[in-house]
């Protein structure tokens, strides 16, 4: 396999252009020394969106970014998640999930099928993961201006690897748990716990640009958006 790169002016090369590396590095941090108070990097980009959290602007933008993704996107009322979730899970044909020990069980109480949970004193096995028809999870934060879904490993999520062997996965997510941009969305996160970024179902493309889905986990995001 052979790779190709964009040609332009020739750079400088060996030691030269290590030297040139440091330079520039030493002019970067010359300047904001001498231009910000304690010689702190300037930050001047946006740390927060014109829109408040949760807000149908940031609902609605994270919908048409989900469906960008080609995920599945259905939204409802809080009253309406059971039934939502029912629908879903039937329309998948579904007959067994998996889910994390501390999903709401009530989202799943309009649904006939069996609820297999991941207990952390009896973890399913990845061929118990790849024998199940999908998993259920909540997610810890949304971001509305890249369309991706963070999980931490929260009770209602589970270990990493319940998303990504089972090919489809639900995800509810709450409006209050909608911000608009990343830094908010970093604001939001504990960056000890194992933090999961999705934005879309698991794809990748070979060097033809030929889509292929469910490499790197579900085939098939469906997203429950609640409020």
């Known amino acids: 396999m052979t790779s190709s790169s964009r040609r332009g002016a ?76 029912a629908s879903a899970l039937a329309d998948r044909q579904a007959r067994r999930v998996v889910v994390p020990a501390g999903l709401d069980p009530a989202w799943l109480a309009g649904w006939p099928g069996d609820a297999v949970p991941d207990r952390p004193a009896a973890p399913l096995t990845v061929t118990d993961l790849d024998g199940m028809d999908g998993v259920v999870t909540g997610c810890a934060v949304a971001i509305a201006d890249t369309g991706t879904l963070v999980l931490d490993a929260s009770a209602d999520q589970g270990r990493r690897v319940i998303t990504l062997v089972p090919d489809y996965h639900l995800v509810v997510v ?35 640009l030929n889509r292929v889905e469910g490499v790197h986990g579900p085939r098939t995001l469906v997203v429950v958006l609640v409020g």
């Open 10 to 85: 020739p750079g400088p090369t060996g030691n030269g252009a290590k030297d040139e590396i440091l330079r520039r590095i030493r002019r970067a941090t010359t300047e904001a020394d001498a231009g910000t108070p304690g010689g702190a990097v300037p930050r001047g980009y946006h740390l927060q969106g014109e829109h408040s959290p949760g807000s149908p602007e940031l609902i609605e933008l994270l919908r048409d970014r989900l469906l960008d993704y080609r995920a599945a996107v259905h939204r409802c009322s809080p009253e309406e998640v059971p039934a939502t979730v």
């Open 174 to 208: 709450r409006a209050e748990q909608v911000v608009q941009s990343v830094p908010e969305g970093l604001a939001r996160m504990d960056p000890d716990r194992p933090l999961t970024m999705i934005s879309g179902p698991s794809a990748t493309s070979d060097i033809e």
